[in-house]
């Protein structure tokens, strides 16, 4: 007791350490984050961009679809370009070739290369020279450098508006025409992108060759190459990681663990009777099955755009279902159907704790279902309109798309999110009041659930922390804290916390051992995880110290994946401890298949693009998104279908369950996974890096890359691996099919069995 009474001690004192710093990282990206000029013009005094268009062109860009539709500073989808690199190549390009026709009378191609090499020198003087004036206001550029801006500015209008010359490029870039019919937004947004560009190119003040967003992206023309600090920090959090691994792994051998105590000869929950409020978590599991078909659905679509931008083979579907809207449900329903299926666990198991059903406890469950059914369908609905109908900025924010990735739902759905999150922690208190005030053995595990279900609850608000008028750097910074804290921080912790507690209650591991092992876990993960939250800010307009901050940290995240096997080789013994066990088979396998993918999809995919050196280059490409699946899926949807399970084992008829369902259901989402991921989108990611590195991120992003032979073959090739998923969901809604009729076969399946028998 004392030993775990240290550990919580340190785990305080972690935590407290770990948000100070990185609290004061938000204050320093506000401070230094590139500025926002009221005035863009040209030497002459002609007006480029007015007050407030900035402003109003990140709104509109974001109501567009925003990170669904394209990316800034490389955060976003990855059919349509990177908007900053693609602006800033474009506008380099422009000012380039009006000086060749000017001083030489030809075009830049044609000349020699000494009058080439010239041109490239004065245009990176040019693009790099930071001339704004921050007590006006006001960026003043060039005669020469404002005429290239009016050509790009052109262009995003076109493409913006419904052009009809640019169909074949908007095809390629899976976006509709005519997707800021107000031309007041219209005339706004290349404000925004200029402004992206432009703190991406010119240097920060007191500094050389080195812009606010830390040189990225890669871009040759201007010499915008990856800083020192990005080289040196990588390989010391390679060392750092490296160390921490062996140092772990030292600890781990030298430690004296006890064995896992011998199992009840029969199941402990076997006769556990599920009461009210238990009883009325059931529909929140079959939510989240229609969820997942839903959300496979969208993915399918969604990948299939980035070969036929408008079509699904041959349909004109963008027409009622662009890309921008079947990607925002992708991924939004991802975090939705595992959060609740997290949520209805603790639902389910408080009572199952305490012993204690408290007043109103099935009407709270039953208020909380609906609620949550209403956010999820009203949020998609008005994101749906909002983007058809082109309902504008203020619609966008409030109530429809906010354009912000896994972010993407009105501000108003968010609130009412939010207060549903608290009252479901209210739910969750009240059932394990009980048990949190008695003194026994698995206190330690039921504190911390009830702790990480706080957390869950209250960091949500950070999703409330931005407006419409917030600093792009600032949104991004937000964003992250609840991309990253809220659901790979602390619905992590909740979940292990829970599944230490199951395996606790079926008497697989010792009550002593888990309370102290779940303390020190969530120290080591949040130790690097809090801080490492950084590796996400590398690019955004933040100071320097964020490449080191969060290379280091983020490089520890690893350290405990390290240790992953180990954890699940034990969860497969446990699976054989006695014949019981065999019951919860499928879920104990998708516990041990969520240690696979923390150590493939988190680890070995997540550390391949975290340092800051090789997110320099691979920031926004496939390797991301082969990452994100492998880790968001692998690990957070396998977990939460491994706790669905559970939890359905104790609230529906056993004749109905069905393990040969569960069987194909499980080797086909762990496969089709496996063969989406490795035979598509890395090949795709590698291809693209090397396009990054050799040409720039405008190329490896561009529609040369993009809808090249190679690429379009690659996302063919993630239809078998798709197929293969799909067949898994589809049997997992088989499976929730038998469960549900369960009752009108009841007769059946009783006779069945006692033939059997």
């Known amino acids: 007791m004392h030993a775990t009474r240290k550990l919580w001690t340190w785990l305080a004192i972690i935590c407290a350490l770990s948000f100070a710093v990185l609290g004061w990282v938000g204050a320093e990206i506000y401070l230094t984050a590139p500025p926002i000029p009221k005035h863009i013009t ?253 959300q496979v659905g969208m993915g399918v679509i969604t990948a299939h755009y980035a070969v036929e931008g408008h079509s699904f083979f041959g349909y004109p579907l963008a027409q009622i279902l662009p890309f921008v809207v079947s990607r925002t449900i992708h991924t939004q329903f991802a975090v939705l159907w595992i959060a609740t299926a997290w949520l209805a666990t603790g639902l389910y198991i408080a009572p199952a704790i305490s012993g204690h059903e408290p007043r109103f406890q099935k009407l709270g469950v039953n208020l909380l279902f609906y609620a949550l059914l209403f956010i999820v369908v009203g949020s998609t609905a008005m994101g749906w309109l909002g983007s058809l109908q082109h309902k504008g900025t203020g619609f966008a924010f409030w109530l429809g798309n906010q354009g912000l990735e896994f972010t993407s739902m009105g501000r108003i759905w968010q609130i009412l999110l939010f207060v549903g ?12 009041w009980p048990a949190l005030v008695k003194k026994s053995e698995s206190r330690g595990l039921i504190v911390m659930v009830f702790l990480a279900a706080l957390c869950i609850g209250g960091f949500y608000a950070t999703s409330l922390t931005w407006g419409r008028h917030t600093h792009y750097s600032m949104i991004e910074y937000w964003r992250w804290w609840l991309v990253h804290l809220w659901v790979e921080g602390f619905f992590e912790v909740f979940a292990t916390a829970v599944i230490a507690l199951l395996f606790t209650r079926l008497g697989l591991i010792r009550a002593s051992t888990a309370n102290s092992a779940i303390v020190l876990e969530t120290i080591v993960f949040l130790f690097g995880g809090i801080l490492g939250t950084l590796h996400h800010l590398y690019f955004t307009g933040t100071p320097t110290f964020v490449i080191a901050i969060g290379a280091m940290f983020s490089a520890l995240e690893v350290v405990p994946l390290s240790m992953i096997g180990v954890e699940a080789w034990r969860n497969y013994q446990r699976s054989k401890a006695a014949p019981w066990v065999s019951t919860y088979k499928w879920s104990i396998l998708c516990f041990i298949a969520v240690g696979f993918w923390n150590t493939v999809g988190a680890g070995l995919l997540g550390f391949s693009i975290n340092t800051p050196i090789a997110l320099y280059y691979m920031q926004g490409l496939n390797i991301t998104a082969a990452h994100g699946h492998a880790a968001l899926f692998g690990v957070y949807g396998m977990l939460g279908i491994g706790l669905l399970l559970f939890c359905l084992r104790g609230l529906c008829d056993r004749l109905a369950w069905s393990d040969a369902l569960l069987k194909v259901m499980f080797w086909c989402l762990n496969l089709g996974l496996a063969m989406m991921v490795f035979i598509s989108l890395v090949p795709a990611g590698i291809y693209q890096a090397w396009a990054s590195v050799s040409t720039g991120m405008w190329f490896a992003r561009s529609p040369e890359v993009i809808h090249s032979k190679l690429m379009e073959t690659l996302v063919w090739m993630r239809v078998p691996g798709d197929v293969v998923f799909a067949i898994g969901t589809l049997f997992l809604a088989l499976f929730a099919w038998r469960l549900l009729t369960a009752r009108g076969n009841k007769a059946r399946l009783a006779a069945v069995s006692a033939d059997r028998a």
Do not use: C
């Open 42 to 294: 040209s030497v002459d005094g002609n007006e480029l961009f007015g007050e407030g268009q900035v402003d109003r062109g990140q709104q509109a860009w974001l109501s567009a679809g925003g990170q669904q539709l394209g990316t800034v500073w490389g955060h976003g989808s990855y059919v349509a370009p990177d908007w900053s690199a693609d602006w800033l190549h474009r506008e380099a390009l422009a000012l380039r070739q009006i000086w060749a026709k000017r001083d030489f009378g030809a075009s830049f191609d044609d000349l020699s290369k000494s009058n080439q090499a010239a041109l490239n020198a004065r245009l990176k003087e040019e693009m790099r020279r930071n001339s704004y004036d921050a007590a006006t206001g006001t960026i003043v550029l060039s005669a020469d450098r404002a005429a290239a801006v009016r050509e790009v500015a052109s262009h995003y209008t076109s493409l913006f508006g419904d052009d009809r010359a640019l169909d074949h490029l908007r095809e390629q870039y899976a976006m509709n025409a005519n997707s800021l019919p107000d031309p007041d937004d219209l005339k706004a947004l290349p404000a925004f992108v200029f402004w992206s560009a432009w703190a991406a190119a010119t240097d920060r003040p007191g500094s050389v060759d080195l812009s606010y967003t830390s040189n990225w992206p890669h871009e040759p023309l201007i010499d915008n190459r990856p800083s020192a600090g990005a080289g040196i920090w990588s390989i010391a959090s390679i060392i750092l990681m490296i160390g921490a691994i062996t140092a772990m792994v030292m600890v781990h051998s030298a430690a004296k663990e006890e064995a896992d105590p011998v199992p009840p000869k029969t199941d402990p929950l076997f006769n556990l009777k599920p009461t009210p409020s238990m009883l009325a978590t059931k529909k929140y599991f079959f939510v989240v099955i229609g969820l997942i078909l839903a």
């Open 421 to 432: 999150l608290l009252f479901w922690v209210t739910l969750l208190g009240r059932a394990l």
